[in-house]
C-alpha cells in the first residue's frame, strides 16, 4: 500500500509518544508544584514547556494534533507527520493508532487500525456518513491514491469532527471519533511539504 511507512517506524514511533506522554504528564504535575512552592516568575523556556505539556495532554485526549519531523537518512530530505488519536481513545504501545497525515514527496492519510477490511464510512460533522473506498494492509487503512488522499484531507481541514467506522478482520465495526481542531492550522504552516 502506498502508505505503510514501516511496522519498526510505526512501533517506535508509537513507543516515542507514550514515552513523551507519561513524561510530560509527570513533569508538568512536579513543575505545577515546584512553581507553587517557589512563588516565582516563569522563564519562557518554562512557559514554551508549559505550553508543550499542554498540547501533548491534550493531545493524548484526541483534543489536538502533533507534528513530528523526520529526516531521510539516504537523502536529505523533510517529511512530516500529524497524528490525531481518536477521543477516548485507549493507548497501547504495541499498537500503532490514531488518524495520520504524513506529508514528503505526496501526500498520505491514513488510520492505523490493525488489521482491518477494506473501506470505511465517513462522517463529517453533521453530514451524512459516506462509504469511502480506502485500502487495508496488516495494520492500516487509507485511501486507493495520493489524489484521493488530498482531496480527503481538503475535507478533513473543513470539519470540526470526523467520525471513521471501519471493521477489524474477525471483528465487528468499530467508529472512532477524532477532532480536527488545530489540522487547518498545522497543514497551512507546512505548505512546502504538503502540497494540496
Known amino acids: 500500500m502506498l502508505y505503510w511507512k514501516g511496522e519498526n517506524e510505526m512501533r517506535n514511533f508509537a513507543s516515542w509518544i507514550w514515552t513523551v506522554m507519561a513524561s510530560c504528564i509527570l ?49 536529505g530530505h523533510k517529511s512530516v507527520l500529524f ?39 465517513m462522517k463529517l460533522d453533521d453530514a451524512a456518513p459516506t462509504h469511502e473506498k480506502w485500502l487495508a494492509d496488516r495494520r492500516t487503512l487509507g485511501p486507493m491514491s495520493y489524489a484521493a488522499s488530498k482531496e480527503t484531507l481538503r475535507r478533513l481541514m473543513k470539519a470540526q ?18 477532532k480536527m481542531s488545530n489540522l487547518k492550522e498545522l497543514v497551512d504552516k507546512d505548505q512546502q511539504y504538503c502540497r494540496l
Open 27 to 75: 513533569l508538568a504535575g512536579c513543575s505545577a508544584g515546584n512553581k507553587a512552592q517557589a512563588g516565582t516568575a516563569s522563564s519562557p523556556q518554562q512557559d514554551q514547556k508549559a505550553q508543550e505539556d499542554k498540547e501533548l495532554q491534550a493531545w493524548g485526549r484526541g483534543e489536538r494534533w502533533i507534528r513530528t519531523e523526520s529526516t531521510d537518512k539516504m537523502d
Open 83 to 121: 497524528v490525531a488519536l481518536a477521543i477516548d481513545a485507549k493507548i497501547d504501545p504495541d499498537t500503532p493508532q490514531g488518524l495520520n497525515v504524513s506529508c514528503n514527496h505526496d501526500v498520505s492519510v491514513y488510520l492505523a487500525t490493525g488489521a482491518a477490511q477494506d473501506g470505511v464510512r
Open 161 to 178: 469532527t470526523v467520525k471513521l467506522e471501519f471493521t477489524p478482520i474477525g471483528g465487528v465495526p468499530v467508529v472512532e471519533t477524532f
